[in-house]
């Protein structure tokens, strides 16, 4: 099995964003993730635009796969701050997420969001907490 199904294998559990938001990983290796969500109309709010909620779920999850899988100690966000910098008119959403800083206990993370269209939607740094995994 490769270490992306194995990725996928793991964050299958986390059922609120693979299965009620349809997010998926399509890349991973170490401190990064690429993952997608195809936008249908649950993901929508009241005008019609991608909800909020939903494009820092996407984000969150990326942040989450990249920050946790293939290592020794979880990691737990602490500070997720989403700048939105544009609304989608896409079908599918992408978060890659970066490893910026890795410390002894916290580490440092950007996820930004595109779309299939190549717009950036959104900006999100996560500061996370290294914990005793159990």
């Known amino acids: ?3 992306l199904d194995e990725a ?4 299958s559990k986390d059922l609120y964003a693979t299965k009620v938001t349809g997010c998926v990983i399509d890349e991973w290796r170490e401190d990064y993730s690429k993952c997608s969500m195809k936008v249908t109309p649950d993901h929508r709010n009241a005008y019609g635009g991608i909800m909020g909620g939903a494009i820092y779920t ?3 999850f990326a942040f989450a796969v990249a920050s946790n899988f293939d290592k020794e100690i979880a ?4 500070v997720g701050q989403a700048s939105f910098m544009a609304a989608s008119k896409g079908s599918v959403l992408f978060a890659e997420a970066n ?4 410390g002894r206990s916290n580490c440092f ?3 930004r969001v595109t ?5 950036l ?7 996370g907490a290294h914990v005793a995994k159990g």
Do not use: C, I, Q
């Open 1 to 3: 099995m490769s270490k």
């Open 8 to 11: 996928r294998e793991m964050f």
């Open 58 to 60: 996407l984000a969150d």
């Open 75 to 78: 990691t737990v966000s602490v």
């Open 99 to 102: 490893l910026l800083k890795d």
């Open 109 to 111: 993370y950007e996820v």
């Open 115 to 119: 779309d299939d269209l190549g717009k």
């Open 121 to 127: 939607v959104a900006v999100v740094s996560f500061n």
